[in-house]
């Protein structure tokens, strides 16, 4: 699993003049902190005077102790390796790098680091809606709903019946470069919002906090594009790696409160996004990649294949 994400960004690395040994030793943890023993952890580097593709990275393995660390070793002409780690009831994590920070005649500096690794624990994965949406508003200038069960805008647009979240889109269009673009989501319900968050790295697969915040959520949200001609740089409040919790269809009690609500995340910006859905009413926004309930029967749509 690891191998080709592994050497596959190592392409762009520029090699030194010789290959020097190096050691590391990785401390593999869960996302409580504690050691995780039986992990595997490999590195890829690269090599010089390779006769074959094949011979053109060097590969080592290892097993976490109980203590949570193994050591490898290699020889590389490189300034960097990467390396991942795997274990059961875990998620993995790839394309992970250590870049060293000097060398001497035959060996890279430092030597034998620690470097932490964290597999977060595969607790309590549920069905969930969850699609890629890559699209535009299909109306300017006034409210267009989008139904996150449906997996489409809200009629007429779509087939979509319940308004999950509301957008506006507002685009002023001057001359060469010249442009304006806003963008407020708003929602159907009282208690409905989102808040915007950081996921983890592409390369870790569950990347979200485990649970939706109960609090924090924003009832309308910003967002703009905008540039004054081609001498001056375009500006931006959209984040293409940010990431929202979000929760729709609330309910509040005579006190205000949330009597019942459906919670789920996003990675991604609008328009280009990937959602995720629970509709269980728990907090819970652990996807579990085998039960999308938006997926067709048989379809290898990668709208719908998605992970964590």
């Avoid at 806003?182 to 996921?199: A, I, K």
């Avoid at 569950?206 to 924090?216: I, K, T, V």
């Avoid at 509709?279 to 996807?287: F, K, L």
Wanted: with cysteine; hydrophobic share 35%; net charge positive.
């Amino acid at each position: 699993m690891m191998l080709g994400l592994l050497c596959g960004m190592l392409l762009a690395v520029p090699l030194a003049a010789r290959e020097r040994s190096f050691e590391v030793t990785f401390r593999v943890l869960d996302d409580v902190g504690q050691p995780v023993a039986g992990a595997k952890t490999g590195i890829a580097y690269e090599r010089l005077g390779y006769r074959k593709p094949s011979e053109r990275f060097g590969l080592a393995y290892g097993s976490s102790d109980e203590n949570g660390l193994v050591t490898l070793q290699g020889k590389t002409a490189a300034y960097q390796i990467a390396y991942g780690a795997e274990r059961a009831g875990h998620y993995p994590v790839s394309s992970l790098y250590h870049r060293f920070t000097g060398s001497t005649w035959r060996r890279w500096q430092p030597w034998n680091p620690t470097i932490e690794v964290v597999l977060k624990r595969i607790r309590n994965p549920v069905p969930m809606y969850a699609r890629r949406v890559s699209a535009s508003l299909p109306k300017l200038d006034e409210p267009v709903g989008y139904d996150f069960m449906a997996g489409d805008w809200v009629a007429p647009y779509g087939r979509g019946q319940n308004t999950d979240m509301v957008f506006r889109g507002k685009l002023r269009q001057g001359g060469d470069r010249d442009f304006d673009w806003e963008l407020l989501v708003t929602f159907s319900n009282p208690g409905d919002g989102l808040q915007r968050f950081s996921p983890g790295p592409d390369h870790a697969a569950f990347r979200s906090d485990y649970a939706a915040p109960e609090e924090g959520y924003l009832a309308e949200w910003k967002l703009r594009r905008w540039r004054e001609g081609p001498a001056v740089r375009e500006q931006t409040t959209f984040d293409h790696k940010a990431g929202y919790y979000f929760r729709v269809r609330t309910v509040l009690d005579e006190d205000g409160k949330v009597k019942q609500a459906l919670y789920g995340k996003i990675y991604g910006d609008f328009f280009d996004l990937t959602y995720y859905l629970n509709p269980d009413g728990t907090r819970n926004v652990e996807y579990d990649p085998q039960r999308n309930l938006l997926r067709p029967a048989g379809s290898r749509d990668r709208a719908y294949d998605l992970a964590p």
